[in-house]
């Protein structure tokens, strides 16, 4: 498929995306052009999707940007790590806003989300850019890029809130790159989203300082955040991150009553340490997390690890069996399509109360948020 954007205007776009193959689309649009769709010169790029950062200072060198704990300090014209956030001329700007380069509609099993507003979609944006470097990138066509690199829709948050409605969309995820790189944006679609009924999703690296978290997270609904390893060495070598920060971030979303998922990708060599996967869990349970679903993922060779082989199931059926036995309630098994640990079991009775196929809800036994055979509380956002 040519990397080149058919002529179409933006609701031609949103419906090819939501055909369901916009986003393996959108990942071949990667490079096609140095600037956006209708962008023109790179000043009026520089302008017309720019916005003042929020959380930096002023530092010797020019300005210190704050919301992540990269803590990037740059001189003028230069670019944070995340590829997005710009000091021009002493003021840190945002070049993502409102120029997405992933649109699409999900099914917000894919996010995952297995234990909220099930059998729904979710409007799914996403700008370029991450402040993570992970070897294992699925998406780094984007991830990996500037906004100046990746061809673009123009959809500012309150355009995204309307066509998140005419998709009749129950939700907006924030998604596919890191959607806290592009936190302006994510920040002030959701609160317009919020205005409107919508509720708002985060699918994110978790890499983000406690005060613009506690921020986002005033007008958040759920999120799943990617627990890459416990190892804070392995973390840093696979991805260039912080896991005390990540580990933050998870009690920062359960304390503030956000719904909280959490996305292990088992790596063979790098992150099956089944013995760091048991004080993890022990971790979790200790810290009130429990209840939140934990979802152990098959990795399959891609970007910098093209040359490991995929999970072996059984490792991935080992990080379950640890984390059950270490008093996590619910967990799954992830990009293994068929397998049984993708269904809902009941924590109490042991009865299947989700039986999916895939990101399909083939039937569900939940009454008002309770088990249909033994009435016990089943964590999670039903309706």
């Given at each position: 498929m040519s990397g080149h954007l058919p002529a179409m205007n933006k609701r031609e776009f949103l419906r090819f995306c939501a055909a369901g193959v916009g986003y393996a689309f959108l990942r071949d649009m990667t490079k096609a052009s140095p600037f956006p769709v209708n962008a023109g010169s790179r000043e009026e790029f520089d302008w017309k999707w720019k916005?003042?950062?929020?959380?930096?200072?002023?530092?010797?060198?020019?300005?210190?940007?704050?919301?992540?704990?990269?803590?990037?300090?740059l001189a003028d014209g230069e670019t944070g790590k995340c590829r997005n956030r710009e000091n021009h001329g002493g003021t840190l700007y945002s070049i993502a806003y409102g120029n997405p380069c992933a649109v699409h509609v999900d099914p917000i099993e894919k996010k995952p989300l297995f234990h909220f507003l099930p059998a729904t979609r979710a409007f799914s944006i996403a700008a370029a850019g991450c402040n993570l470097r992970c070897l294992n990138c699925q998406n780094w066509q984007i991830s990996q890029f500037s906004p100046r690199e990746t061809r673009n829709e123009e959809l500012f948050p309150d355009d995204v809130?309307?066509?998140a409605r005419q998709e009749k969309c129950a939700s907006i995820a924030y998604t596919y790159s890191e959607p806290t790189s592009f936190y302006e944006y994510t920040l002030d679609t959701a609160v317009a989203a919020r205005r409107k009924g919508i509720r708002n999703i985060l699918k994110s690296n978790g890499t983000i300082n406690e005060e613009p978290l506690r921020r986002l997270a005033s007008v958040?609904?759920?999120?799943?955040i990617d627990l890459k390893t416990f190892d804070a060495a392995v973390y840093k070598?696979?991805?260039?991150?912080?896991?005390?920060?990540?580990?933050?971030?998870?009690?920062?979303?359960?304390?503030?009553?956000?719904?909280?998922?959490?996305t292990y990708l088992v790596i063979?060599?790098?992150?099956?340490?089944?013995?760091?996967?048991?004080?993890?869990?022990?971790?979790?349970?200790?810290?009130?997390?429990?209840d939140c679903p934990l979802h152990f993922t098959r990795f399959?060779?891609?970007?910098?690890?093209?040359?490991?082989?995929?999970?072996?199931?059984?490792?991935?059926?080992?990080?379950r069996k640890i984390a059950f036995e270490a008093g996590v309630r619910y967990v799954y098994v992830g990009n293994v399509p068929g397998h049984e640990a993708e269904n809902t079991y009941c924590h109490a009775c042991g009865k299947k109360i989700v039986e999916r196929r895939g990101f399909t809800i083939v039937s569900m036994r939940i009454e008002k948020g309770k088990c249909a055979f033994c009435s016990a509380p089943i964590p999670g956002v039903w309706s």
């Open positions: 916005k003042e950062a929020l959380f930096y200072r002023k530092s010797a060198r020019g300005v210190k940007c704050l919301k992540c704990p990269n803590f990037c300090d809130v309307r066509e958040l609904d759920a999120a799943n070598k696979l991805s260039e991150g912080f896991l005390s920060t990540v580990l933050r971030t998870l009690e920062v979303l359960k304390s503030v009553g956000v719904w909280l998922e959490i063979p060599t790098w992150t099956d340490d089944f013995e760091k996967i048991r004080s993890m869990c022990s971790w979790l349970v200790a810290k009130g997390l429990a399959m060779p891609l970007y910098k690890l093209n040359r490991l082989p995929p999970t072996p199931v059984g490792s991935l059926e080992r990080a």
